[in-house]
Structure formats: structure tokens, C-alpha cells
């Protein structure tokens, strides 16, 4: 069950051989996904998403020449989904990798279940964030109680929470897609969770958001 009905196609862009082959042979077993290229490097990646333009691309953040960073910032500005699946989950990394425009950050010791999960999510352009990167980045923005989430924030949830998807949001808010992803980002980061539904729980819980009565 992918998030758009088909097969989710797959870029893998890392620097060691061993650990591609390890995640397109884990891919391959689910009928789900198909791995259509590979990519050594950033500037390998970029060149091979716009020959096979995949669904996600899974981006390792430390190669040689073209950096994950730099080719995360490149593809992303063409609207490629770029899950970053790295070992490094330190503010030097996360940071300038989500203000390059990824759709989410992955630790590579993530188990299988949590991977596939994550590719299906990027895939329908929902952010996805490591525990630990949710945490630091909370740790970031975190502001005094009550109202940490910015007027705006919050209009971005009330789509959320109401069924919109991030297209549908940008539309109501006449902004790009990028900019609510970024928006979910900060509230994910403010309140302390890794997906969209998560938030909109806690955000029901601390009272930010109230259910609406029915028609």
C-alpha cells in the first residue's frame, strides 16, 4: 500500500557499494518499491534523477566531491523528494540538510519497518524526522509555554488536522508546498513529534487546537 496507489520509485545516492546494495536489496523485497538508479556521489544523484526521476530520492549526507547538502538543495529546487538517511544526527548536519529543502531525515540504523514507512511518507510529501533529530531540532526553536506556534503554524495545523494535504494547505494559504513543509518542520520540531499526526494529537492535547463542533 504506497501512498499514491503505485509502485514508489527509488534513487539511492551513497558513497559505499556495500550499504546500497544492502538498502536496494531490502527494497527489493517489498513490491512496493523499485530501485531505479544509484548514485555514488551528489552530482552522480542529481544527474541520474533527472534521466530516471524517482518518487524519493535517499540521500547519504558525506560523499566525495558533490556533497548530500549540496545535492539535496539542487534536487529538492526541481521538487525531487529527498529523504536523507545518514549516520549523523548533530546540528552541523541536520540543520543545513532541512534548510536545503529535505523532506525528511533518517538515521541509518533506523529498523526496516521505520525506513519503509518513512520512504512511503516522503513519497506523499508528508516530513519525516528521526527521533533524535525531532528532539534537537525542538531543542532549537523551543520557546516559553503557552503558544509556541506561530500564528501562521498554527493556520498550517488547522489544514492539517482538517484533512488538507500539504498541497491542499498551500493552496488555502496561497503559498508552495515548500514553504508548508518547512512550516510542519517547526511545528514537528516545537512540539516534540516526527509526523503529522503526532502533532495534531499533541496539538489537541495542549489545547492549541479544539475540536469543531459538528455541522
Known sequence: MSGGGGVIRLLIADDHPVVRDGLSSMFARDPDFEVVGEAGDGAEAVRVAETVRPDVILMDLRMPGMDGVSATRELAGRGARVLVLTTYDTDAHVLPAIEA???????????????????????????????SVAALLMNRVRTPAPGPLSQRELEVLQLVAAGSTNREAAASLFVTEATIKSHLLNIYAKLGVGDRAAAVTEAFNRGLLTPRPPD
Open 101 to 131: 529543502g529535505a523532506t525528511g531525515y533518517l538515521l541509518k540504523d533506523a529498523p526496516r519497518d521505520e525506513l519503509l514507512r518513512a520512504v512511503r511518507a516522503a513519497a506523499r510529501g508528508e516530513a519525516v524526522l528521526a527521533p
